[in-house]
């Protein structure tokens, strides 16, 4: 069994950007595989809908970690594609380089493409002879439903159907009208899991100990406030990390690519804004702007 060594620069992103809240977006940019064999195509990347824009990192497999550092040795030359397997709709991708903070180098593939929630898409990446292909479904997106508090000073949002939470961010939208000032309050969250569906509680007094952290406010400061918004993330059953991630060094493990090595995925992300009522913020110093 040929073992493949792979460097990530970004595996604690990658990790913790599946399991964590208010993560650290993950990026395909920093995927660096190395092993003793040439010219086998790796590839990482996900889909990802509410935008156009999409990018997947392809590179060859090289026998030395030193990474490229001419942009004639990065290019790849392959061409990727993806089919929307209930259309047939086929979207090529376009190569293009990048430039890395150290000077090397590194071909990332592009594409105007939408992904619709619970289309299969097939990616097909192909290089002379080779060929590495994937199927990706994109989850759907739960409903987001407020619920009456169960404590004072406190919001409980309910997704549902939801079974498994990429990311989270809650977010504060302090002052009124084009002014207001986001303040990410992410450590305000508990997510409880019931079944298919994701109970979060938001507290309240946490929630004001971090805008006054972020906005160097005094507690007794009046606040006002636009709007609450959390944002979710939720990705597809083929873009989960295993428990253990020091078993990104065997691709036999934890690769979904057909024909070569990598993971490729989809996410699904959904938004919820709301003003809560006075009596959920009684006591914090906050009121709603009109």
């Known amino acids: 069994m040929r073992r493949l060594l792979t460097v990530l620069a970004v595996v604690g992103v990658f990790a913790g950007a599946l399991v964590a809240c208010d993560s650290t977006e993950i990026t395909p940019l920093g995927f660096d595989p190395f092993d003793t064999e040439d010219g086998v195509l790796s590839v990482y990347g996900y889909l990802e809908t509410g935008t156009f824009d999409q990018t997947v990192r392809v590179q060859l497999l090289r026998r030395t970690i030193e990474r490229p550092r001419r942009p004639e040795d990065a290019a790849v030359d392959a061409l990727v ?67 009456a508090p169960s404590a004072p000073r406190s919001q409980t949002v309910v997704w549902a159907p939801l079974t498994r939470i990429t990311t989270t961010r809650f977010v504060a939208r302090i002052g009124c009208g084009q002014g207001s000032i986001p303040v990410t309050v992410s450590d305000a969250i508990t997510v409880v899991q019931e079944g298919d569906q994701a ?70 992300r959904g938004f919820f804004a709301w003003k809560p009522d006075a009596a959920a913020l009684d006591g914090l110093a906050i009121e709603v702007c009109p």
Do not use: H
Not at 117 to 127: C, D, F, K, P, S
Not at 259 to 264: D, E, L
């Open 199 to 268: 109970r979060m509680i938001l507290d309240l007094d946490v929630m004001r100990r971090q805008v006054d952290a972020t906005l160097g406010t005094a507690p007794a400061t009046t606040l006002f406030l636009a709007e609450f918004l959390l944002t979710l993330t939720v990705a597809d059953a083929k873009w989960t990390l295993p428990a253990d991630t020091t078993a990104l060094v065997q691709p036999e493990i934890n690769s979904n690519i057909e024909g070569g090595y990598g993971r490729f995925g989809a996410v699904t």
């Open 81 to 147: 594609t993806t089919e929307a397997l209930s259309t047939g709709a086929v979207t090529i991708w376009t190569p293009r380089l990048v430039r890395f903070a150290d000077s090397t180098y590194g071909e990332v593939y592009d594409a105007t493409l939408e992904p619709r929630t619970g289309e299969t898409y097939q990616l097909v990446v192909e290089r002379g002879a080779d060929r590495a292909t994937a199927e990706v479904t994109v989850p759907p997106m739960p409903r987001a439903t407020l619920v």
